[in-house]
């Protein structure tokens, strides 16, 4: 994998891993939830909103809007949902992270 400009960042990668995970439910508040709750990381929804913007902007997440509800004061939710690009991205980080921890137990059990 040859890291460039465009790069995935560690939170970008978190953000694509939630929306997977959830699948048709995947909007902001969940997707916070989601990287907390598995990572133990706190995550602001404002860091959530502007990744999932540059995400979308660059084509790696395509959003729609759900019909506005009462219990959200008529404002309609953004769904948010991986494309194939994204897939292939973290399939190669994930390749390449995999590839830097091969043989390393022994190293990092002795510390």
Do not use: N
């Not at 995935?8 to 997977?20: N, P, R, T």
């Not at 709750?37 to 540059?54: E, H």
Request: proline share 4%; hydrophobic share 40%.
């Amino acid at each position: 994998m040859a890291v460039t400009r465009e790069s995935l960042g560690e939170f970008e990668q978190l953000v694509l891993l939630a929306i997977l995970r959830l699948g048709r439910s995947a909007y902001g508040v969940p997707i916070r939830e989601e990287i907390e709750s598995r990572t133990g990381r706190q995550a602001s929804r404002a860091a959530i909103y502007i990744t999932l913007r540059r995400l979308e902007k660059r084509g790696l997440v395509e959003s729609t809007l759900a019909d506005p509800t009462p219990e959200r004061g008529g404002r309609a939710k953004r769904y948010f949902r991986v494309q194939a690009s994204a897939i292939r991205e973290l399939r190669s980080y994930r390749g390449a992270m995999l590839s830097m921890w091969e043989g390393l137990e022994p190293e990092l059990e002795e510390s």
